[in-house]
């Protein structure tokens, strides 16, 4: 299994806009941070999970070739304005349709910012993005792995958290980002997995995101192999990573690759 982080920012990015902050002015790549999304590739089986504003700049840096199902893990504006983008992947297959995963929330936004999206094949022209909408279960049994998810609290809504186990070598990869907290049985879905990406905004209490301290009791808890954080402000400089982590946990950075 390979994981490609194609970013790990809030949804401001750092740079932020109009701010002259050492971590906004630093030359250091990895504090160059777009909007949080993930690229997983399980068994050749290639799963997109969210669309930032910068998706097409990712995808084109990291040269994703195709994406053969794309999972939405809610519907805020870092998450999903990207999804227009997702056109190029419906026209590589051979239905011209991509399979999207969501729950309730996300499900709203793309019927609300996309509806030209879900008109049937025939009923507009050739080159716009086309989506199969499909509610995300607790359990999705594909050939080349399963695709777990729980709800996690975000604010004034939950998002999805998933847990992707590959068939063969049982690799396990957990995505649990833009939260507030991890509940008992999110923890448990997650335990002991090889790695977990996992929400860690900044150093200080947000309301509606993990800060660094509730993200990393989160992982002495959940005890994973290997630790990511993700969506970090620019109140996180990646130079400074040896003083707020353990060994086992870092910082996320865009273009960071995992192989499991």
């Known amino acids: ?77 870092d998450h999903i304005l990207g999804m227009d983008d997702l056109r190029r992947y419906c026209d590589l297959r051979a239905d011209g ?17 996309y509806p030209y999206a879900l008109a049937p094949r025939g009923e507009k022209p050739d080159g716009y993005a086309r989506f199969d909408l499909r509610r995300l279960p607790a359990r999705l049994d594909l050939p080349e792995g399963v695709i777990e998810s729980t709800l996690l609290p975000h604010g004034r809504i939950e998002t999805l958290g998933l847990v992707f186990t590959e068939a063969g070598s049982g690799r396990r990869f957990a995505y649990y980002t833009d939260c507030k907290s991890v509940p008992p049985a999110a923890r448990d879905l997650a335990r002991s997995a090889d790695l977990l990406l996992l929400d860690g905004l900044r150093p200080t209490p947000h309301p509606t995101h993990q800060s660094i301290p509730e993200a990393l009791a989160v992982v002495a808890d959940i005890a994973p192999r290997q630790t990511y954080l993700t969506h970090l402000t620019h109140a996180v400089a990646h130079r400074d990573e040896s003083s707020y982590l353990p060994k086992e946990v870092g910082f996320a950075f865009d273009g960071l690759r995992v192989c499991l």
């Open 97 to 113: 349709t991509l399979p999207v995963y969501c729950h309730e929330e996300g499900e709203g936004r793309v019927r609300a910012i």
């Open 1 to 77: 299994m390979e994981i490609i982080v194609l970013g790990s920012g809030t949804s401001h990015g750092v740079p932020m806009i109009a701010c002259d902050c050492a971590v906004c002015r630093s030359d250091d790549p990895r504090d160059r941070r777009s909007r949080a999304s993930v690229h997983v590739v399980m068994n050749g089986l290639r799963i997109q999970i969210d669309a930032t504003p910068e998706f097409r700049v990712q995808v084109l840096r990291e040269s994703i070739p195709s994406i053969d199902l794309f999972i939405l893990t809610h519907g805020h504006a």
